[in-house]
């Protein structure tokens, strides 16, 4: 089993930024691919930002291109999520997931284990 555990919502302004981060725990070994999804009353749980193992080539929603950078520090199991220029458009709960499988995973399905979610509010 993989824990995760996400830290750094909250609430700021229109413009501000927030730095969430995803501990991992357990059988680390077994993760591949990590994402970011976000979630709003009344919507799907969607992907936000995805990243490998080796952080080549991450993916990001057309939504937050150039505003978000997804990372990973694999020494200390640590995914990270900054995030810039942000809209009030941007706020939901933001979840940490990890994925056994070896390629790029969009959809909730496509992931093994979830994080509790952290709330980021932005305001106009």
């Known amino acids: 089993q993989v824990q995760l555990v996400e830290s750094g919502g909250g609430l700021v302004q229109a413009g501000g930024s927030l730095r969430l981060s995803c501990a991992a725990s357990?059988?680390?070994?077994?993760?591949?691919?990590m994402g970011w999804f976000r979630h709003t009353p009344g919507k799907e749980r969607d992907i936000v930002a995805g990243?490998?193992?080796?952080?080549?080539?991450?993916y990001y929603v057309d939504s937050v291109k150039g505003r978000f950078t997804i990372s990973r520090n694999n020494a200390k199991n640590t995914m990270y999520l900054q995030m810039s220029s942000l809209k009030p458009e941007d706020t939901a709960v933001y979840y940490c997931?990890?994925?056994?499988?070896?390629?790029?995973?969009?959809?909730?399905?496509?992931?093994?284990?979830w994080g509790q979610g952290t709330q980021v509010t932005v305001s106009s």
């Open positions: 357990g059988r680390t070994f077994s993760i591949y691919y």
């Open positions: 997931a990890a994925s056994r499988q070896g390629q790029i995973g969009l959809t909730v399905k496509d992931y093994d284990y």
């Open positions: 990243i490998n193992w080796t952080g080549s080539n991450p």
